[in-house]
């Protein structure tokens, strides 16, 4: 879509958020991640190092600026993208067979998934346990940065309230979209990660950031939906409970949608992301960890990254030397998400473009992917400290609950990235043991699916109270055994 900018003190950036327009600025504008590139019609200014460095030369040619960057010392008409018609939201998660019993009561309910990316709801007929509509949006916070640090710092530096009501509005979006009037919902579950649930709450994030990172409440919350949405809302809403700070509701949903609180059998839960969230155990007992990946699994800190929307590259095949790419929608490649990614390294590490190391072995320095879209130095490094750090937690967890990976019998791999990646290809670059070839099921929105299973069915609270009285959250800060690991899997696995 094209924008006009007026003439004023500010950045590109800044005017857009005057105007309410959305921008895609993972980094809240500190000019760090490269992300917020809009098209200048007509006299673009020179590139600025962050720009040449973080774009194509064929790119900037074209008039591509980073909007934090360019000042408004004149009027501008610029082209951008609208991220909220072209993102992928996965909605869907894997059913499992329980001999549970319906709560079977009348009206219409709504399951809620809120993550920091994405937002996805479904309607449910209460009496049935039917799904009756989905609805999917982005998080309108995601303007005051990607990441949930970037949010609690807004929040602590400015209060609250802002981020507060961008949540709410958006969830009064989705139930609007979803009930044929918001008086007939009873009843709404809430899943999200502790901090999502803070600033939907209002609740003071200060604790959330700074060691020992603890949260203002983490058990479950239940309340009047008038008291969190307005007065023309009836029924009652509950905020599903933690383990901490960043082992959330959602990890814990998770958990209540595979049972694996109550089985005989070891299961692992992997939430492949930013925090990547894991979790190991039976019915004896779990331990849950964060690892805080960081973003490159969701397209942030790689040159050419990008999230899972219309243009992004979701799969990369070895073409006897070259690539062949498959993008979202099959539109032209715009960049690389989380999937595309590994598979791109998968293959440059067949090809030799890669050594064992990271270290990249081209002409110049680079992969290209196509005429426009390249993984540079940086980009595989970036790679390497994501990649590392989920085998490092997972290699954590085997030790620690005292298994080895062979005895694992249910691999959970959760989320959107989890849903579409190349198996074959994560376990030849190392992200996951080869031990748990044939044993990785794919389960979808975890936070959503085990939403539903507590609104829908009976006792559901008693099993939340089970997870969090079994589970036990991890510390990795200095642990020496974690930091052993993330040095040893930096590498790449050879081929055998």
């Known amino acids: 879509m094209q924008v006009s900018v007026n003439k004023s003190n500010g950045t590109i950036l800044d005017e857009l958020r005057k105007m309410d327009v959305h921008m895609n600025a993972p980094c809240n504008g500190n000019g760090t991640c490269g992300k917020c590139k809009v098209k200048i019609l007509g006299n673009a200014p020179v590139p600025t190092d962050l720009e040449l460095k973080s774009m194509e030369q064929a790119i900037l040619d074209e008039g591509y600026r980073l909007a934090c960057k360019v000042k408004c010392d004149t009027d501008f008409t610029i082209e951008m993208d609208s991220e909220k018609d072209k993102f992928s939201i996965v909605a869907d998660y894997a059913e499992f067979k329980e001999d549970l019993v319906l709560d079977s009561t009348d009206g219409l309910g709504i399951a809620i998934d809120i993550g920091t990316t994405t937002i996805a709801l479904m309607l449910v007929d209460l009496q049935t346990g039917e799904t009756l509509k989905t609805h999917t949006l982005l998080n309108s916070q995601r303007r005051y940065g990607s990441d949930v640090i970037s949010r609690i710092d807004y929040a602590n530096n400015n209060g609250v309230e802002e981020l507060q009501n961008h949540i709410k509005a958006d969830l009064i979006t989705g139930i609007k979209k979803l009930a ?28 959330l950031g700074v060691y020992p990172f603890t949260a203002e409440f983490l058990d479950t919350q239940t309340g009047k939906l008038s008291e969190l949405f307005g007065d023309e809302f009836s029924g009652t809403y509950t905020l599903l409970a933690g383990v901490s700070t960043y082992v959330g509701a959602d990890i814990v949903s998770g958990m209540l949608m595979t049972n694996m609180y109550n089985q005989d059998a070891i299961s692992l839960l992997v939430d492949i992301g930013t925090n990547g969230e894991m979790a190991i155990g039976n019915k004896d007992g779990i331990l849950c960890l964060a690892t805080a990946a960081g973003p490159a699994f969701e397209g942030g800190n790689i040159s050419c990254g990008i999230g899972s929307i219309e243009g992004a590259i979701c799969k990369v095949f070895d073409n006897k030397g070259t690539f062949t790419v498959n993008t979202i929608e099959d539109k032209e490649a715009a960049g690389i998400c989380g999937s595309g990614l590994i598979d791109a390294i998968a293959c440059a590490l067949k090809q030799g473009m890669i050594d064992e190391t990271g270290y990249v072995e081209t002409d110049d320095d680079k992969i290209h992917l196509t005429d426009k879209i390249s993984l540079n130095q940086k980009d595989i490094r970036e790679f390497q400290l994501a990649k590392s750090a989920i085998r490092a937690g997972v290699e954590v967890l085997l030790i620690k609950h005292g298994v080895k990976a062979g005895d694992i019998e249910n691999v959970y791999l959760a989320g959107g990235f989890g849903q579409f990646i190349n198996l074959d290809n994560a376990f030849d670059i ?64 050879e081929e055998e």
Do not use: W
């Open 180 to 207: 044929p009037a918001v008086d007939v919902i009873s009843k709404v579950v809430i899943a999200a990660n502790t901090t999502m649930l803070h600033l939907l709450t209002g609740a003071n994030c200060k604790g």
């Open 430 to 493: 190392g992200l996951l043991p080869k031990e748990f070839v044939g044993k990785v099921q794919r389960v979808g929105n975890i936070s959503a699916g085990g939403a539903k299973k507590y609104l829908v069915y009976k006792d559901q609270q008693a099993s939340v109270e089970k997870i969090t009285e079994i589970a036990v959250d991890l510390n990795l800060a200095h642990d020496p055994i974690f930091n052993e690991f993330f040095a040893t899997h930096m590498l790449f696995e």
